[in-house]
């Protein structure tokens, strides 16, 4: 979640004039990961947290592939 700053959208002013509009300003995350730095921090063979095994709804046994290394079907081309 960002944080917005002290800075409003909002204009004390009523009426029918014109209200200056003042861009929000978000608070960055401090740690920003793109796409290829994600996909490079997948491990096939990292093996899960011990109290995520003994949840059977969550856990999957056989590891999965992040869908951006799945080669598309036709249909999503």
């Known amino acids: 979640l960002r944080n917005l700053s002290g800075d409003s959208c909002n204009s004390g002013g009523g009426g029918g004039g014109t209200a200056n509009l003042i861009t929000p300003r978000y608070q960055l995350a401090e ?3 793109g796409r290829e730095e994600m996909l490079a921090l997948f491990d096939r063979n990292c ?8 949840r059977q ?3 999957v046994e056989k590891t999965q592939l ?12």
């Open 31 to 33: 740690h920003r990961y």
């Open 47 to 54: 093996k899960p947290p011990e109290g995520l095994t003994s």
């Open 57 to 59: 709804i969550l856990y």
């Open 66 to 77: 992040p869908l951006a290394l799945l080669p598309m079907t036709e249909d999503e081309t």
